[in-house]
């Protein structure tokens, strides 16, 4: 927590080829975030009992306003019901996050998935649905299967896959780039 602006950067600047992260801080941190909404510094020693009496969620000693976190939910839903019903790898679903940030749909510019987006650095999130996002996803499916219409997932597989291919494709690349440089450079 805390450090999204620095991540930012670091793609901004060309420093990062991908990002592998938790739904939680993707989704429940910086784009929860970018929808304008806000984190507060509390304490892990709160009895959540009170906590949900204030309607306020804990994430360890963070605390986040729940009608905004079911506002970040209600987002996901927005851009599950524009796509095309398939499976989609996390990487691709966070993809869209950041085309509708892009769209000017942002309350709060340079957002890490916007500026992932933006810069066509991939976002992979193995355990996507482990975050606020799943809330989302699963009403799109429930409203869709009520309606009798096909909708979209996440799949796990081709996440794992893409994510594999991508750590494939960039490990050949720099194994290139090491025999260039041993050629350019005798020693």
Request: net charge negative; proline share 3%.
């Amino acid at each position: 927590g805390g450090c999204m602006h620095v991540y930012r950067d670091m793609v901004k600047f060309g420093m990062v080829d991908a990002i592998v992260a938790t739904g939680a801080s993707i989704v429940d941190m910086d784009f929860f975030e970018a929808l304008g909404f806000k984190h507060y510094q509390g304490s892990q020693f709160v009895d959540d009992k009170d906590l949900r009496d204030l309607y306020i969620d804990r994430i360890y000693d963070t605390y986040i306003d729940e009608e905004e976190l079911q506002a970040c939910d209600h987002t996901i839903l927005e851009i599950a019901n524009r796509l095309e019903p398939r499976g989609y790898s996390s990487r691709e679903f966070i993809w869209e996050m950041g085309k509708w940030l892009s769209e000017g749909n942002a309350k709060k510019p340079g957002s890490l998935i916007q500026t992932a987006y933006e810069e066509g650095v991939p976002i992979f999130c193995p355990a996507f649905v482990d975050s606020s996002a799943g809330f989302g996803l699963v009403k799109h499916q429930k409203e869709r299967m009520k309606a009798r219409k096909p909708y979209m997932s996440i799949d796990a597989v081709a996440d794992f896959w893409r994510l594999q291919d991508f750590a494939r494709r960039k490990a050949r690349a720099f194994a290139g780039v090491t025999q260039l440089a041993m050629l350019t450079y005798p020693q």
